[in-house]
């Protein structure tokens, strides 16, 4: 079994699993709104996996383009040229790492599984690229599906919902009816209701307050509000890395309401918050 094959098939068990799994943010950007420019260097971004593996990231998404509200896509040249060495390096260190590789583009999301990527986030939930689905079919890989309004270049001008949760569950629904009837296996996708893609902060915190409706879709669900806008509007927290406080507590809330994955760039923070949530939610009762 090669190398794709067989991390694809430690992802089915994850995604099969109950977690919750933590996902470590790793942007290969120069413009990502916390990171940006921090691992651009392959090496200095092999380094920050390994420590996200080390404090207990189950797997790790890796971006070459940053989808933060404004940002400009990329060429898929770039993107791939950005990654795949990353990928790369990683795999070559600690070759039983799961890394999902974040792509709308089916030429990137190629090259990824190729390196030895094991699943697919696409934030555009296979409507970027009209060759993604095939792609995630052939490869027979796990896909996260995440609800946007708009683009990232407008997102952010003018979010408008009736009723943001029936709209954003109603959405992935039918994003995940068009991938399994595409051929893409049902127990492999995972749905996210992209917190701050398209969402003003009483959006946000809808979603996160509802987040089972969410999770009644019977998919597992993954959380992305890691150091998000929202939370400097809650907290006053300017500086995006000072965030860690308010991303625990979503992490900590989504997981009560059914959450699986959680996408962070502070691994050990969420980490600890989580182990205490399972024993508190979980522990066997006397
Ligand atoms: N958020 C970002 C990027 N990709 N993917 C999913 N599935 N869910 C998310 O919430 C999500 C995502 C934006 O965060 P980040 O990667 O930290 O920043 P940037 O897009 O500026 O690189």
């Not at 400009?72 to 770039?78: G, I």
């Not at 799961?98 to 030429?107: F, H, L, N, P, W």
């Amino acid at each position: 079994m090669g190398r794709t094959a067989r991390n694809i098939e430690r992802t089915g068990t994850l995604t099969a699993g109950f977690g919750p799994f933590i996902v470590g943010i790793l942007n290969v950007t120069p413009d990502s709104f916390s990171d940006g420019g921090d691992f651009l260097d392959p090496e200095a971004a092999a380094e920050q996996a390994a420590a996200m593996l080390d404090e207990g990231a189950d797997m790790l998404d890796v971006g070459g383009e940053s989808t933060r509200p404004g940002s400009d896509p990329v060429s898929q040249e770039e993107e791939i040229r950005r990654v795949v060495p990353v990928l790369e390096r990683i795999l070559s260190a600690r070759p039983e790492a799961v890394i999902c590789v974040d792509t709308y583009r089916a030429g990137t999301a190629m090259a990824a599984l190729e390196a030895g990527a094991s699943l697919v986030n696409d934030v555009t939930a296979l409507r970027g690229d009209p060759r993604m689905v095939s792609v995630i079919e052939e490869a027979a890989c796990p896909v996260i599906l995440m609800h946007m309004q708009g683009d990232p270049k407008t997102m952010q001008k003018d979010p408008h919902y009736e009723e943001v949760v029936r709209e954003v569950k109603e959405f992935l629904a039918a994003r995940a009816e068009y991938a399994v009837a595409a051929g893409v296996r049902p127990e492999y996708i995972i749905v996210d209701p992209g917190i701050g893609f398209g969402k003003n902060l009483e959006h946000n915190l809808a979603l996160l307050r509802n987040l089972d409706a969410i999770v009644g879709l019977g998919l597992p669900v993954l959380i992305g509000a890691s150091r998000k806008s929202f939370i400097e509007r809650i907290t006053g927290v300017q500086e995006a890395r000072d965030r860690v406080s308010g991303t625990v507590a979503t992490t900590v809330l989504a997981y009560e309401r059914g959450a699986t994955f959680f996408r962070v760039h502070d691994v050990r923070a969420n980490r600890e918050a989580l182990a205490v949530a399972q024993a508190v939610l979980h522990s066997p009762r006397r």
